[in-house]
């Protein structure tokens, strides 16, 4: 699955939010590959997205209402997106995006109270089509749809997405993740970040679990609940979060990914080169979203259109926030995305100016 396009009013806090996914032209030489719906060479997207901005700017937010739009799908549950809805005013949204084979859907909605009105529209990918070009075909097919979403499921087909949050996810999500893949990544990444790792199985008495022995200890994953968390170190917890999801990377289902702060306590380097395998592993008609706040990330050499930037503002009384991609202001191969950050070209850094009445 792969998204194009995303409008959000009153949601979580966004108001007149929008956030582009597609590029121009063909990057030449870049390191990811095949940014570009396979079979549609000028359909182009972008395929990896290094998603920061200073606090409450809504990087977890926009990843919480995509989760819900998307999961109102898969599970033809309206109820999901009443969720949206936090403030007096209707919630509007408005997604492009392509699931299976040559067809742009559009799913938009108003969530006023109980009350959700949904619209959705498609378009057939020609072959010559860019993005802009099959989104002016886009027909109204509503009517279609309209009062069932088991019809609105039945028209999308099954969407592929895997979202990792610290603070919403009460469990780790095992389910379609192959269990010798996960016991590979779970020693990998959990040996890298803690060096008393001794081993890690699967346990052979309990249902859907797994064992990690360290220093006499027996951490157990059970039915995707980390159970003794508290013998665990900040990172090595996270760190077992990032293997699940980095597992769940190698099934090759056309997946949309979000993976949502979750190298807080995991040093930079290590941030770095499990983003490096996530890359590696990211299949064609895929797309990672991947959020930070380390801004050693802005050195990797990627395009840069793969460099977002959420900063929040007071625009005639009231605060918004507003996406930047680094390929709006830097046009050479050789501008630094980090430089220029540090310099706030972007205008995402935060507003110390307070800080300056606790100066002697």
């Known amino acids: ?3 194009l396009d995303v409008k959000l009013n009153h949601v979580y806090g966004f108001d007149d939010f929008h956030i582009n996914f597609v590029y121009p032209k063909k990057i030449v030489g870049s390191l990811i590959e095949d940014e570009f719906l396979e079979g549609r060479e000028r359909f182009r997207y972008k395929k990896a997205v290094i998603l920061m901005g200073t606090n409450a700017t809504g990087k977890t937010s926009l990843g919480k209402a995509l989760l819900h739009i998307f999961k109102s799908v898969k599970e033809a549950n309206e109820a999901v997106l009443r969720e ?11 997604v492009d995006f392509v699931n299976e084979g040559f067809i742009l859907h559009r799913l938009s909605g108003v969530v006023d109270g109980d009350n959700v009105t949904i619209s959705y529209y498609t378009a057939h990918i020609a072959e010559m089509d860019s993005y802009e070009k099959a989104a002016s075909k886009l027909v109204d097919k509503t009517d279609e749809v309209s009062g069932s979403f088991k019809k609105l499921k039945a028209m999308i087909g099954d969407l592929e997405y895997r979202f990792a949050y610290p603070e919403i996810e009460n469990s780790l999500r095992l389910t379609e993740v192959k269990k010798t893949t996960l016991l590979k990544t779970l020693r990998a990444v959990i040996g890298t970040l803690d060096p008393t790792l001794m081993d890690v199985s699967i346990a052979n008495d309990l249902k859907d679990s797994f064992v990690i022995r360290r220093r006499g200890q027996e951490i157990i994953i059970q039915e995707g609940k980390l159970l003794n968390k508290e013998v665990l170190s900040s990172g090595t917890a996270e760190g077992i979060d990032v293997a699940v999801f980095l597992a769940s ?7 949309f990914y979000y993976c949502d702060e979750h190298f807080s306590y995991i040093q930079s380097d290590i941030e770095k080169r499990i983003f490096g395998l996530m890359l590696e592993r990211l299949g064609r008609n895929e797309q990672l979203i991947f959020t930070t706040h380390n801004t050693d990330m802005l050195e990797l050499n990627l395009p840069k259109h793969s460099y977002a930037f959420l900063k929040k503002e ?47």
């Open 314 to 360: 007071i625009d005639e009384g009231e605060y918004k926030v507003t996406a930047t991609f680094a390929s709006e202001f830097l046009k050479r191969n050789t501008d630094s995305v980090k430089c220029a950050m540090e310099n706030d070209v972007f205008g995402s850094l935060p507003d110390d100016s307070l800080l300056d009445e606790l100066e002697v």
């Open 1 to 3: 699955m792969i998204i």
């Open 249 to 255: 990377m190698f099934s090759d289902k056309n997946c």
């Open 84 to 94: 949206l809805a936090t403030g007096e005013q209707p919630a509007a949204f408005q």
